[in-house]
């Protein structure tokens, strides 16, 4: 069977967004996939706007266009799966895979045709996805894994910019009781109750994460040692104040849950576990005195 459908036909039963632009920049096809990628009707589009209004920046519609006649990357004239964001009608970045190719008449260049891939749905599946492998499903909380990478990353940007760090390392007192004397999904609801006293009592550049077990970790830039112990001390205090266990409730005498907090700093100059050792010291200083308090890392301790 024969099927007659022209160009403009196939253009516009594209599942995909096409947009093809004169030598000028200005939109002369703008199909129905396009206007529901972009909001925008093809009156609003073809011949008066140029495409340069629907990528986010100038920077980025020159940088195509090199990449199209740059031979070494796909070829002269053409441009595959090259990914990219463009703005809709109400500026919002929208994630696009662009294939595009350069349209020439004797010898002239006469504009583009270019079919942009939506990646919406990709892009909320890759950071869901990201989000899973960094995040401790019980407390919410970032971790372990994530948590070396943002210490090492966290350390080389002191070692080459200057600036403090610090790192609070936790551990829980009488966590084992609760789960031997009241079941572990006792102990669950104590590790959730900790991911959000973390997630409550931390500034936005604060980060933390579940290091294992009822070992928890507070990576804190720009923050002094004194400056550190405060923050570690309100937490001890916000988690006396929400858990049931904590010394001096009276929801159970059978269990009494606590916090030993240390604190160290560093100018990044010396290993991530060298840091983390560090912390992991003043934390058990702590537990030495009975734990339910703060204490920082003193170079006595080495």
């Known amino acids: 069977m024969h099927l007659n459908i022209n160009q403009a036909e196939l253009v516009s039963i594209c599942p995909d967004p096409v947009i093809a632009i004169n030598r000028r920049g200005v939109i002369s ?25 629907i990528y986010p920046s100038d920077a980025e519609a020159r940088k195509i266009m090199r990449l199209m006649m740059d ?28 294939s595009a190719a350069v349209l020439m008449k004797q010898g002239e260049y006469r504009g583009s045709v270019g079919f942009f891939h939506d990646m919406t749905r990709q892009k909320a599946l890759e950071t869901t996805l990201l989000k899973q492998s960094i995040t401790d499903d019980l407390s919410g909380l970032y971790n372990q894994r994530h948590f070396y990478v943002q210490v090492a990353s966290e350390m080389m940007r002191v070692k080459r910019y200057g600036g403090e760090l610090s790192l ?35 500034r936005d550049s604060d980060q ?31 988690f006396n104040l929400e858990c049931s266990y904590a010394p001096g409730s009276f929801h ?18 010396e290993p991530v576990d060298f840091f983390v050792q560090r912390a992991d010291m003043a934390m058990y200083s702590a537990k030495q005195e009975g734990g339910n308090c703060v204490r920082q890392f003193a170079s006595s301790q080495n």
């Open 252 to 269: 159970n005498d059978a269990v009494t849950v606590s916090m030993s907090l240390g604190v160290a700093s560093c100018s990044g100059a």
């Open 29 to 53: 096809v703008f199909n129905p996939s396009a206007e529901n990628l972009l909001r925008y009707s093809a009156d609003q589009i073809i011949g008066k706007m140029n495409i340069r209004q």
């Open 71 to 98: 031979e070494s990357f796909y070829g002269a004239g053409r441009i595959e799966g090259y990914e990219t964001y463009v703005l809709n009608s109400d500026r919002d970045r929208v994630p696009i895979r662009l």
């Open 168 to 202: 609070v390392c936790i551990d829980l007192d009488g966590f084992k009781q609760v789960n031997d004397k009241l079941g572990h999904l006792e102990g669950d609801q104590i590790v959730r109750l900790i991911g959000r006293v973390l997630r409550d009592g931390l």
């Open 208 to 238: 933390a994460f579940r290091y294992g077990g009822d070992e928890f970790m507070l990576l804190l830039p720009n923050t002094s040692r004194k400056d550190a112990c405060q923050l570690a001390d309100r937490v001890r205090q916000l």
